[in-house]
């Protein structure tokens, strides 16, 4: 599957931005979907992930209450709903893709296909 993320931008601490990620190429309802992110000079880490129904989700502590993952099966597209950024929030986004029969991993490596990430940049 091939995912295409976009909605990265500037904003201000506080602030809301939405992300999006647009999948063509397999059926989009046989992948679980996640969210990841890199801030400068850092590792990549996991945000968020949704099953293929949309009907679980799971998230990192260090978002939780201000992140919300979705995803429009009709659209082919996944989500993520970022309120109150902080500066720390600063990152490139990145949308990836897992078989739903690969379980509930959160880890890089459980995910076979990605994106080419969105900068989030959150001002103080």
């Known amino acids: 599957v091939q995912l295409q993320a976009s909605g990265g931008g500037v904003v201000q601490t506080g602030g809301s931005l939405k992300l999006s990620c647009a999948a063509s190429g397999r059926t989009f309802i046989n992948y679980r979907m996640g969210w990841f992110r890199q801030a400068p000079g850092k590792e990549r880490e996991f945000v968020a992930t949704?099953?293929?129904?949309?009907?679980?989700?799971y998230y990192a502590d260090s978002v939780k209450g201000r992140f919300t993952i979705s995803r429009d099966n009709a659209k082919n597209t996944v989500y993520l709903q970022m309120n109150s950024l902080k500066p720390e929030d600063t990152a490139v986004y990145y949308c990836a893709a897992a078989e739903s029969t690969t379980g509930w991993g959160t880890k890089e490596s459980d995910f076979g296909s990605w994106g080419q990430g969105t900068l989030v940049t959150v001002s103080s």
């Open positions: 949704i099953s293929w129904s949309g009907g679980s989700t």
